[in-house]
């Protein structure tokens, strides 16, 4: 995709799917550009100084080995330390799918708003159509403000995302305090995403061979290497935060004899159904991978225990709901999952530990009778009882 006329005066390039007329409200939307100076100045330096640390921190793992979707979601948690927002989502090229795609979303956001391109969100156009911040109010313009209202919002700082300097996304973060935004946040999140154009980069370029690498070619699901990475970004992210997650390791009960009676083709097959049951309705921040086998893990960000059992009690009703045809017709196969949780940091403050007790509590689901999901705190509340009765 070559990069087409340049702005005066500016590196940047326009991407070429983003050069296109203007869409209905779009001549409105010039009011919002915020034009950034050309480097940070030094009141800036002086009262902002932890928000330009931010920066530099990005910038120091611009070298680190990350994939393009965990970038994205650093971009987000570094975003939100210079500007608290109530709700964000990125935007970004899919190269192997030749398509804009909605990457990542932060907190509730109604179906997009498309513009009349085609190419994501309006506010997604409006960052590629002008390459520059842009700081939305409502009541200003009638197609920002449909944005708005989708995510419940009064305000939006929207940061294109450049690659090579050709815009190829956007970041769009949301406020319910129309003032939220001012000018010194768009000049800081716009350097931000000047340095991130390294890391992007090289993400981007490599992202078809990733998505390969990291596919799991017989469910489609993220495979044990991709989980092992993005659990300790989960790590480093929680205590950052200071906030838990929860980790769910799940187990297709009495797979091995499926397998013996019909044949690796149908437990194939039956494989293929499950994961789809196990990847419907989850957030965009959720992680399900496949861990090895018949073996499933998931990782749920900011989760508590109670919220866990949920997720893991709706998983575990869904797949005992449904039937798997085996061969022909009938009624049917009905399978079990065993699920097992661990919850960061009450039950561990490892990454091994955490695996290692959310194994614990899944061999304990199976051992009591499957088809069942168990904490990694019920267990160790059970062998206290057990303890003081003996």
């Known amino acids: ?85 109530s709700a964000a989502r990125v935007y970004f090229w899919n190269e192997v799918e030749e398509a804009m795609e909605l990457r990542l979303k932060r907190g509730i956001i109604k179906a997009e708003q498309h513009s009349a391109t085609g190419r994501g969100s309006s506010l997604n156009f409006w960052a590629g159509q002008f390459a520059k911040p842009l700081i939305i109010r409502k009541g200003l313009d009638s197609v920002a403000d449909a944005e708005l209202s989708a995510a419940n919002a009064h305000a939006a700082l929207v940061i294109p995302l450049f690659v090579r300097g050709r815009v190829l996304g956007s970041m769009q973060l949301f406020s319910h305090n129309i003032d939220a935004f001012k000018p010194g946040d768009a000049q800081l999140l716009w350097t931000l995403a000047l340095v991130a154009d390294n890391l992007l980069t090289r993400e981007q370029t490599n992202e078809g061979l990733l998505r390969f690498a990291f596919t799991d070619y017989l469910t489609g699901l993220r495979t044990r290497g991709y989980f092992e990475q993005q659990l300790e970004l989960e790590f480093k992210r929680s205590e950052r935060k200071e906030t838990g997650f929860a980790l769910l390791m799940v187990d297709i009960d009495y797979f091995k004899q499926l397998n013996d009676r019909y044949g690796h083709h149908v437990g194939d097959k039956v494989l293929r159904e499950v994961t789809a049951l196990l990847a419907a309705d989850m957030r965009e921040v959720d992680t399900v991978a496949r861990y090895g086998g018949e073996e499933f893990v998931i990782v749920l960000p900011e989760t508590s225990d109670i919220e866990a059992i949920y997720v893991g009690q709706r998983l575990r009703k869904a797949v005992h709901q449904a039937r798997f045809h085996a061969e022909g017709g009938g009624a049917g196969e009905q399978l079990t999952i065993s699920i097992g949780i661990a919850m960061y940091p009450r039950d561990a403050q490892s990454r091994r530990g955490l695996i290692e007790a959310a194994d614990a509590a899944l061999y304990a689901a199976k051992k009591r009778g499957r088809n069942q999901v168990l904490t990694y705190s019920q267990i160790m509340q059970d062998e206290q009882r057990h303890k003081e009765v003996s």
């Open 1 to 85: 995709m070559p990069a087409v006329s340049c702005r005066k005066g500016s590196h940047l390039s326009l991407n070429p799917l983003m050069a296109l007329p203007s869409q209905p409200g779009s001549l409105s939307a010039r009011s919002f550009v915020f034009e950034p100076a050309p480097e940070l100045d030094p009141a800036t330096l002086e009262h902002r100084w932890q928000h330009v640390n931010v920066i530099i921190r990005l910038a120091m793992l611009t070298g680190s080995q990350m994939q393009l979707e965990p970038s994205l979601k650093l971009l987000c948690e570094l975003a939100y330390e210079i500007v608290p927002y």
